[in-house]
């Protein structure tokens, strides 16, 4: 989708007020027998906030922003895919916000990333869509499933001038 703009704003005894701006992305929806996919992301995303219950006025800024989830939605005995991701890239905050974790500006105030990619295969043990079956499982009587294997395809952790990263496979047995 293409760029956008929101405001809203509340008035009262309580006050809020929001701008936001973004510059596009994507909403991806699919569901089938084989699972459920979410894929969204937005693109240079501006936020202002501020509220009678906010102390002082926010501005934030980030380069990107997305949320992936891949699920199975039906029982099987065999091994299905599943997947999560978050990205929050450029993550940028007031100086004002930082000056309350660190008052004596001795960490670099650059923008913050954070991204997780999770891919794995494990086995759904309930069909989610029964309400007997999901009653069951919320009673314990049922497991919801199998954890066999997660992959981390990116950790990625910048802030503070300090950077983490990692990858790896995990097994279960």
Do not use: C
Not at 134 to 158: K, Y
């Amino acid at each position: 989708y293409t760029g956008g703009n929101s405001a809203i704003s509340v008035t009262g005894s309580d006050s809020f007020d929001m701008q936001t701006s973004s510059k596009g992305g994507n909403f991806g929806v699919n569901m089938s027998a084989e699972g459920l996919s979410y894929d969204v992301g937005q693109r240079d995303i501006t936020i202002d906030v501020s509220g009678s219950e906010i102390p002082f006025p926010l501005a934030l800024t980030m380069a990107e922003t997305g949320f992936k989830l891949l699920m199975p939605v039906t029982p099987s005995d065999e091994e299905q895919d599943f997947g999560l991701g978050i990205t929050l890239r450029d993550f940028a905050v007031p100086d004002m916000l930082w000056g309350m974790v660190d008052p004596t500006g001795t960490l670099p105030h650059d923008p913050a990333t954070i991204v997780l990619d999770l891919a794995g295969k494990g086995k759904l043990l309930f069909d989610m869509f029964d309400p007997k079956a999901v009653e069951a499982l919320e009673d314990g009587e049922q497991d919801p499933g199998e954890l066999n294997a997660v992959s981390i395809n990116e950790l990625l952790v910048s802030a503070a001038g300090a950077k983490l990263t990692g990858t790896g496979d995990f097994t279960f047995n």
